[in-house]
């Protein structure tokens, strides 16, 4: 069964910081990896997806990896800004016949003015 | 307007009533999910449906049911409600043939008291 980790579980760093997400997952036979960005009391935003042949998708000052066979994804935020408080989860998508999205529960980021 | 819509956006019921959440997306996708949310688990599939006909049950079904009344139109019912049915419920759609980005919408908060 899919399980999906994200460490740490809140994070607190001041404005300007760059500063790294993880996901980790357990079986490596995945389609593809989302990262999702949710505002308080708020449904959730993709910001990118990285197909399981890809290594890494950059939007802006966001750029996420992906490791397969280590089970391993990073979200990359450059000079972090107050308005990139949220919390960010990671999901992944089985392949084959599953094709299911698997989330973790989430880094809740707090970039201090 | 927003492409993944829910209604009633904050609902609280008694124990034992029935209670509908509905979803409709202006997307034109094929495939539409119910997940709820709660503290510390994450976002947990409830059902999923792949196109009119076909309906299939989550990690957590039991206690809900779902209608696909049309492509655009997703349903999900709790027949008997229970106050550990308290969480916040999300729908979303994806597309195979674009990635499989899923779209949310924002997100249902159900109070069972």
């Known amino acids: 069964k899919q399980e999906v980790t994200q460490i740490p579980a809140a994070l607190s760093v001041p404005e300007g910081e760059n500063l790294v997400l993880n996901c980790s997952f357990t079986d490596s036979a995945i389609y593809n990896l989302q990262w999702f960005r949710q505002d308080p009391g708020k449904g959730l935003t993709s910001l990118l997806l990285i197909q399981s042949s890809q290594r890494e998708q950059t939007s802006g000052r966001l750029n996420a990896s992906l490791d397969k066979s280590s089970g391993r994804s990073t979200l990359y935020i450059a000079a972090s800004q107050p308005g990139d408080s949220a919390t960010y989860l990671c999901a992944v998508r089985g392949g084959g016949a599953t094709n299911k999205l698997i989330f973790g529960t989430g880094t809740l980021l707090a970039v201090q003015p | 307007d927003a492409d993944v819509t829910q209604t009633p956006r904050n609902r609280i019921t008694k124990t034992g009533k029935r209670i509908m959440l509905e979803c409709s997306q202006t997307k034109g996708h094929d495939r539409m999910y119910w997940y709820r949310q709660d503290p510390g688990l994450g976002l947990r599939l409830i059902y999923y449906?792949?196109?009119?006909?076909?309906?299939n049950k989550g990690e957590i079904s039991d206690g809900y049911s779902v209608s696909r009344q049309a492509q655009a139109k997703f349903s999900l019912s709790l027949e008997s409600a229970i106050p550990n049915q308290t969480a916040l419920y999300f729908c979303?759609?994806?597309?195979?043939?674009?990635?499989?980005?899923?779209?949310f919408g924002e997100g249902s908060w159900l109070t069972v008291v």
């Open positions: 979303a759609t994806s597309d195979p043939q674009s990635g499989n980005t899923i779209y």
């Open positions: 449906s792949f196109d009119v006909k076909d309906i």
